[in-house]
């Protein structure tokens, strides 16, 4: 099944405590990204990757980090994560061309006190 | 840099009945698509519809139909014979064809009533 993988699915955490969330998709798809949804404010896009090690800031880049070492593979990274960060976080991949729609992950309720 | 618009943070409908969400966006590129997502209570999203902007002609899918305005930048999504299944909350998206950020509204929580 064509799909996109996140995990966790659910994370509590502390302040500083250094965390990573996982996205993987077996659809081959050379696009990948980091999306952030908040209330009142849709989502918003972290980070993007337009193929194996190429790695774009999106609109709210601030405190996260990414890498693409394999295609299926697009971990985000908060090195020393806030309660600011406290978010549903969204992985979704497509291929590379702007008319393709993009497949998302199940999502990441991530909270950090 | 492109925004995407939704005025509307919530709306209802009867179930149905048809209903019409709206979208504006702000571009200077000529080339881009546009698309419905749909985000019901699991979290999932779900491509509702997809519109290029160098075709004239709206897109449909079943109960779903888009009305979109090229030149006052408006890209809204109508749905008819609403069902219960239906409520979710609904994003417009903008993807550029010049590079492959896509924007997303604040969204539209829908609700149909019985």
């Known amino acids: 099944e064509a799909q996109v993988t996140q995990n966790p699915r659910y994370l509590i955490t502390v302040t500083g405590k250094k965390l990573t969330v996982t996205c993987s998709q077996n659809?081959?798809?050379?696009?990948m990204s980091w999306y952030r949804q908040d209330p009142g404010l849709g989502l918003r896009q972290i980070y993007y990757?337009?193929?194996?090690?190429?790695?774009d800031k999106g609109d709210v880049p601030e405190g996260y980090k990414v890498s693409r070492k394999e295609k299926r593979n697009f971990p985000l990274i908060l090195e020393s994560p806030s309660p600011n960060q406290t978010s549903l976080y969204f992985c979704?991949?497509?291929?590379?061309?702007?008319?393709?729609?993009?497949?998302f992950g199940p999502g990441t309720r991530l909270t950090v006190t | 840099a492109q925004t995407v618009t939704q005025s509307q943070p919530e709306m209802s409908v009867q179930e149905a009945e048809t209903v019409t969400l709206s979208c504006t966006y702000d571009?200077?590129?000529?080339?881009?698509?546009l698309f419905w997502y749909k985000q019901p209570p699991s979290r999932q999203m779900i491509l509702v519809i997809r519109?290029?902007?160098?075709?004239?002609q709206n897109a449909t899918e079943n109960r779903f139909s888009v009305n979109f305005q090229k030149a006052a930048k408006s890209f809204s999504l109508k749905i008819s014979d609403s069902q219960l299944g239906d409520t979710a909350m609904y994003f417009c998206a903008f993807r550029g064809n010049n590079n492959n950020d896509m924007r997303f509204g604040a969204g539209t929580r829908l609700t149909v009533k019985p």
């Open positions: 979704a991949s497509s291929l590379q061309r702007a008319s393709y729609e993009q497949y």
């Open positions: 659809m081959n798809h050379e696009y």
């Open positions: 571009t200077s590129e000529n080339n881009y698509y």
């Open positions: 990757s337009m193929n194996v090690e190429v790695t």
């Open positions: 519109q290029e902007a160098y075709k004239q």
